[in-house]
């Protein structure tokens, strides 16, 4: 398997409680590098775009809101096959449903506030990262 970018997002509900460091500390445990951090703040703008792809889904006004309530922590993630290693680490995107020791079992409320996101193919990882980082701010 290759060395490969995710990008990751700890959405409001992990940076209100501080959870930050914690998460962190999940991520690089399970063997992936931070290569690239920013706390930010969302702007209407970005979060439309940003989840353009479930604009006709009845949650999207909510997921809009939600996602620009409070700052946010984006991250660019490096390490082998980091893709679906960040995806099996965060857990089911249902709490309820994770398993034990994954991001959202540890540290998620509940479906709406699920406190990561994280790219689902390669492809959109490129994509995503490119949304918010430039090439100069990731060490890696």
Partial sequence: MATERTFSILK????????T???????????LRIVGQRRIRMSREQAEQFYGV?????????????????PVVVQVLEGEGAVAR??????ATNPA???????????ARSVGENTVHGS?????AQMEIAQFFTDDQIVG
């Fill in 21 to 31: 460091g914690a998460i962190n500390a999940v991520i690089e445990k399970a063997g």
């Fill in 97 to 107: 449903q994770a398993e034990e020791g994954t991001i959202r079992k540890l540290f």
């Fill in 54 to 70: 479930h604009r006709e889904r009845p949650f999207f006004g909510e997921l809009v809101e939600f996602m620009t309530s409070g």
């Fill in 12 to 19: 409001p509900d992990a940076t209100r409680r501080n959870l």
């Fill in 120 to 124: 689902d193919s390669a492809e959109n």
């Fill in 86 to 91: 960040y995806r099996e680490v965060m857990g």
